[in-house]
């Protein structure tokens, strides 16, 4: 068990450094290319910090636990609010009452009520992907022609915000290639060692591979998420904290789900049905003082979500 766990954990390490060198090996090769930093905003940089979640789930398909990754999309998602959320404001109030994010936050709850719907289906299979890929293309298709249409308005103005995340106009050829190869190499390594070690530990606590994916898995995927909000917290950039949730939390439920779902059948496990899945939807209407109330998200806040998501994991895991 104890070998079990520092594999994981090394997993989960790989995980996230793989996934860091490719979004920074991807935006810079696609901007060496030519390609407009406003679409690798939008899509390499979006898919790349979604990678290893994408990563963990396809794997566990592949490996006969496709549990695990509707745990993983179903437990992040509600980690990503109560958790991600939580933590930082007991560090410091987060003032999304100067926040404009009403538009995503509508888009994560059609989002979710889309894919509560299609588990009523009982297996997310290629049909479901379909339709979840489509939402998704949707949502991006809007967001590109929002985002053009606010960079024309604001010609002139420094643009300093458009520069996507890890982009480095001086970075070398030879580093680019280092870092697609150590994001393609540790992202399916990382994966592997995650799932199989985690199917361990679920069979030795005789819990199933979906508990320890809404669980162990979830809160793994989400310490990037977590640490992205802290920083933006205590650098009362609370847009980008707020943002990065509601960003995370669609392309789990629309990206990682779709694509996950092409690979290999999903069946939902009534559990889901009766419980998770609307203690997810749940979390999310918790937003909804922050994103049209005027709520800044205070101390007190933090200490709620905090604890609510403290008693979702007693709950899951007794």
Not at 42 to 70: K, N, Q
Not at 237 to 257: E, H, K, P, R, W
Request: aromatic share 6%.
């Amino acid at each position: 068990m104890v070998a079990a766990w520092g594999l994981l954990i090394l997993g989960l390490v790989i995980l996230l450094l793989a996934g860091d060198a490719l979004v920074k090996g991807a935006v810079n090769l696609s901007l060496r290319l030519g390609v407009p930093a406003l679409i690798v905003s939008l899509t390499i940089v979006a898919f790349g910090t979604s990678a290893p979640e994408l990563l963990i789930s396809i794997s566990a398909v592949l490996d006969g636990v496709p549990g695990m990754a509707l745990g993983n999309v179903v437990g992040s998602n509600t980690a990503n609010i109560l958790l991600v959320l939580g933590i930082p404001a007991l560090l410091a109030t987060m003032h999304t009452s100067e926040c404009q994010t009403s538009k995503t936050y509508n888009y994560m709850i059609a989002a979710s009520l889309l894919f509560i719907a299609l588990a009523y289906r009982g297996v997310f299979d290629w049909i479901a992907a379909l339709i979840l890929l489509a939402g998704l293309l949707l949502m991006l298709l809007d967001q590109f022609r929002e985002a053009r249409s606010h960079r024309n308005a604001c010609k002139g103005l420094p643009d300093d915000e458009d520069e996507p995340e890890g982009a480095d106009p001086d970075m070398p050829t030879w580093k680019i290639t280092i870092f697609l190869i150590l994001g393609m190499i540790g992202l399916p390594l990382g994966a592997e060692l995650l799932v199989s070690n985690a199917t361990i530990i679920a069979k030795a606590w005789n819990v199933s591979d979906t508990v320890i994916g809404l669980t162990v898995v979830a809160i793994g995927t989400s310490l990037p998420e977590l640490a992205t909000t802290v920083m933006a917290a205590l650098r009362r950039q609370a847009d980008v904290a707020l943002g990065n949730v509601i960003g995370s939390n669609m392309f789990n439920l629309l990206a990682i789900m779709g694509v996950a779902s092409l690979v290999g059948p999903i069946p939902v496990d009534p559990e889901f049905l009766r419980f998770d899945l609307w203690v997810m939807l749940g979390a999310s209407l918790l937003l909804i003082p922050f994103v049209f109330l005027g709520r800044d998200i205070t101390r007190v806040w933090g200490v709620i979500l905090s604890a609510l998501y403290a008693l979702y994991l007693i709950i899951v895991l007794v």
